[in-house]
């Protein structure tokens, strides 16, 4: 019978009463009394020199407080990327500046030129339409193999050229990778690009920038995934604030994917002109300026060879991507396409040899960063996308090659740096062929042809590695910042507890997973605990929410105060049953003298905690609150087996996903429903870049795709209901919960499948194509099957 409480239990959300009633508070929400409004000009251009700004029109408008240009930022730090990359000679990449506001150059749409500050946004819009900008236009950098051809036009004139970074992994490996290919029985290639997208999240980016003046404080806030980070990178890197006078705090988030991980220049401006100005500055993005200004994700072309024996074994694998960095490096932008992305491109299989080289390239386009998945789901589409090709070449069953090529014995040590703790890939794979009802599969096939449609089945596997850890080994592969997490749990004097949270919860449901392991670990109903995050001046600190790291992270780090409280609690409530503190117990919220019918209530024990008369202070200190950092030792690695099945209109081209399935190994499962409904999504994204998403340039660095008009979201009918499982589970080795992560695996399992299943449809009508790039629109699949 289901648990109704408590780890394993599914109980409701219980954040969603506010926002199903409209009473979150969301960062536009928070009106300060005096705001001013910041409405910024943005370049229109994707490349050129600028030659004047002449705001003096602007400044005698109405209402217009104070007008800022790349000027006002002179000596003021630009926005820092927080992870270095050493490329394949050992050197630094190149890393431009990225100021707040544009200085001598635009290099991409959206590119921020000024910033008006005035009582209302109509004001500070009318204004900026009456600024005088002259730009000297230049030639658009976009195709990422053009921008590295010699003689092209350089984005950062300061640079040697247009590639941030070249990197190999393992480069030790290179010559016995190419050796191995050369020398295999059978190699397939496939050349293919992981399309750009743009995360859309339900909220866009909003800041509230305040200042203090009569204690020199400054406070912003805004819609971040991670305020802590926010205040570290935009305090000490790009204002010079230090960090006990500026708080961040990041209230109600509608939805992040991602794009709200990094510092903005925004951010920087919001709180930079409160202070300059002595008003409160608000901005709040349009729809049409996230298009241009919120980070992008993906954007990889790639050329992958898998080379088999006579056996069709996996010997080798060789990876050689393009990776686009847009215009500036973006706060994690650097670490996608290699750290994040390399290290996973041995997937679930046993190929010895590995190897991936990495081109970065900036370009005339908005900056890219990570993207749900970041990099594991580029590296899963190249994986899973050979295996097919080479299946179908080799004329044998696309589950079975799987299956003979999966890692079976663990832990174990991958060619590209990392061991993966636990799985059972054959588990996740027996799962998906029940649920997903492959054996009648040929039945569905044959009633979509009687109706004149192509019906196809696609399959892959994947494997993504959460958490990122640990601080020391990702430090040394050139992240700034630690990966860590802390919480504090404080008890108050009735018993119940207030949990003070790193991690931020912007759909997660943090606010109803992270009581019940508090509360099954004392014993007490879930309802007496309370989820504190987002606020850098009440939480110790955090690292935030990405990567899949919350409660493999943050909730260990919970888990950990917590176990301290308990110990501490145990020492009080054996003075207070005359015992040694070895023979408490702890269970349902009662402790008790082991063997005995001796206990006392969690409340009671609390309560001493803080009036504490039945003790001596000289052992105990009064109180209870304990705060614990958690580092993990290892990444985990969330794993899985996906299905697609789709129908074809062969006279028209267009897809319909007509089932879904999905068998996932997430470790131990706090709540069953938050984890279901975050497959859910994460699929849903999927299906949306295989089947209709694409952020795509012109050759002049417009962005053809700038809005719901052309950029296409998907909708409730172009997916279908799930068949979702999460019951074969290997618990990771290294965290006290066993959990591994699940927010990604959705988007990183699903698109393979989807293009999978396009390709067997195509296939299954007799044209013989062996690959379609993202997104597999109705034109691209009519004229794939028709060119």
């Known amino acids: 019978m289901p648990k109704d409480h408590g780890i394993g239990a599914s109980p409701k959300r219980r954040e969603d009463v506010r926002f199903l009633t409209g009473t979150g508070n969301y960062t536009d929400d928070i009106n300060v009394y005096g705001q001013a409004y910041v409405y910024f000009l943005r370049s229109d251009m994707a490349h050129g020199t600028i030659n004047s700004i002449d705001t003096s029109a602007a400044e005698a408008m109405s209402g217009v407080v104070k007008i800022f240009t790349g000027a006002d930022f002179e000596g003021v730090g630009g926005i820092p990327c927080g992870w270095q990359i050493t490329d394949i000679k050992g050197e630094p990449m190149q890393e431009p500046a990225h100021p707040v506001l544009a200085q001598g150059k635009v290099r991409h749409v959206g590119d921020p030129i000024a910033a008006v500050v005035a009582d209302s946004l109509e004001e500070a819009r009318n204004a900026a339409e009456a600024i005088d900008v002259d730009i000297s236009e230049l030639p658009a950098v976009v195709d990422m193999k053009a921008a590295l051809e010699d003689g092209a036009t350089k984005v950062h004139d300061d640079l040697a050229n247009n590639l941030c970074y070249e990197w190999g992994f393992v480069e030790d490996n290179r010559a016995a990778v190419d050796e191995a290919i050369k020398n295999a029985a059978h190699v397939t290639t496939l050349e293919l690009r992981n399309n750009r997208l743009v995360a859309n999240p339900m909220e866009p980016r909003v800041a509230v920038g305040q200042y203090n003046r009569a204690d020199d404080h400054s406070t912003l806030h805004t819609t971040s995934q991670n305020p802590h980070v926010i205040r570290l990178l935009m305090g000490a890197f790009v204002l010079g604030i230090p960090e006990h006078k500026l708080t961040v705090v990041a209230p109600d988030v509608g939805g992040g994917f991602g794009t709200k991980i990094f510092h903005y220049a925004e951010e920087a401006f919001c709180t930079f002109a409160a202070k300059a100005v002595n008003r409160p500055v608000k901005w709040t993005s349009s729809r049409s300026e996230a298009f241009?200004?919120?980070?992008?994700?993906?954007?990889?072309?790639?050329?992958?060879?898998?080379?088999?024996?006579?056996?069709?074994?996996?010997?080798?694998?060789?990876?050689?991507?393009?990776?686009?960095?847009?215009?500036?490096?973006?706060?994690?932008?650097?670490?996608?396409?290699?750290?994040?992305?390399?290290?996973?491109?041995?997937?679930?299989?046993?190929?010895?040899?590995?190897?991936?080289?990495?081109?970065?390239?900036?370009?005339?386009?908005?900056?890219?960063?990570?993207?749900?998945?970041?990099?594991?789901p580029e590296a899963t589409f190249q994986v899973e996308r050979v295996i097919d090709k080479a299946a179908r070449e080799l004329g044998v069953d696309p589950i079975a090659l799987r299956r003979q090529n999966f890692i079976t014995e663990f832990p174990y040590a991958t060619p590209v740096a990392v061991e993966y703790d636990t799985g059972d890939y054959n588990a996740t794979m027996d799962k998906l062929e029940t649920i997903a009802d492959i054996a009648g599969f040929k039945a569905r096939r044959a009633e979509s042809e009687k109706k004149g449609m192509l019906r196809g089945l696609?399959?892959?596997?994947?494997?993504?590695?959460?958490?990122?850890?640990?601080?020391?080994?990702?430090?040394?592969?050139?992240?700034?910042?630690?990966?860590?997490?802390?919480?504090?749990?404080?008890?108050?004097?009735?018993?119940?507890?207030?949990?003070?949270?790193?991690?931020?919860?912007?759909?997660?449901?943090?606010?109803?997973?992270?009581?019940?392991?508090?509360?099954?670990?004392?014993?007490?109903?879930?309802?007496?605990?309370?989820?504190?995050?987002?606020?850098?001046?009440?939480?110790?600190?955090?690292?935030?929410?990405?990567?899949?790291?919350?409660?493999?992270?943050?909730?260990?780090a919970m888990v950990r105060a917590t176990e301290k409280i308990i110990n501490k609690a145990k020492k009080i409530a054996a003075h207070l049953l005359e015992a040694a503190d070895s023979d408490i117990e702890l269970k349902d919220g009662q402790f008790s003298v082991a063997g005995t019918d001796k206990s006392v209530a969690w409340g009671d024990v609390t309560l001493a905690a803080y009036v504490p008369h039945n003790y001596p202070l000289e052992d105990i200190e009064p109180g209870l609150e304990e705060t614990a950092f958690y580092d993990p030792a290892n990444f985990t690695y969330p794993s899985g087996a996906y299905c697609c099945e789709v129908e074809l209109d062969p006279e028209t081209g267009k897809v319909t996903v007509e089932r879904f399935s999905a068998a996932d190994d997430f470790g131990n499962i706090v709540n069953p429903m938050i984890v279901s409904g975050q497959v859910h999504g994460g699929i849903g994204q999927g299906i949306g870049q295989a089947l209709l998403e694409n952020a795509a340039y012109d050759d002049e660095g417009q962005l053809l795709s700038a809005s719901y008009m052309d950029y296409a979201m998907p909708r409730a009918d172009d997916v279908p209901f799930y068949a979702v499982d999460h019951s074969a589970c290997t618990p990771c080795t290294h965290n006290p919960l066993g959990v591994k992560g699940c927010g990604e695996a959705g988007a990183i399992g699903s698109p393979p499948a989807v293009i999978n299943a396009v390709i067997d449809a195509m296939q299954s009508g007799g044209h013989d194509v062996t690959h379609i790039d993202m997104p597999a629109s109705p034109s691209r699949v009519w004229d794939a099957m028709n060119s």
């Open 458 to 556: 696609g399959v892959n596997c994947y494997i993504e590695a959460c958490g990122i850890a640990p601080s020391n080994l990702v430090g040394q592969l050139g992240a700034r910042a630690g990966l860590y997490d802390a919480a504090t749990v404080r008890v108050n004097a009735t018993g119940s507890i207030s949990v003070m949270v790193g991690a931020h919860s912007h759909g997660q449901g943090h606010e109803t997973a992270f009581p019940q392991v508090v509360a099954e670990m004392i014993g007490i109903d879930e309802s007496q605990v309370d989820i504190v995050h987002g606020d850098t001046s009440k939480v110790p600190f955090g690292m935030g929410t990405y990567g899949s790291r919350s409660l493999a992270v943050c909730g260990s």
């Open 292 to 376: 241009i200004s919120d980070a992008h994700g993906r954007d990889h072309v790639t050329k992958i060879d898998l080379a088999l024996d006579a056996d069709n074994n996996f010997t080798a694998l060789r990876c050689d991507t393009y990776a686009n960095m847009g215009a500036y490096l973006s706060t994690f932008a650097s670490s996608v396409p290699t750290w994040l992305h390399g290290t996973l491109l041995a997937a679930n299989y046993k190929t010895p040899l590995v190897y991936t080289n990495v081109k970065a390239v900036f370009t005339n386009t908005v900056p890219v960063d990570a993207y749900r998945g970041a990099g594991r």
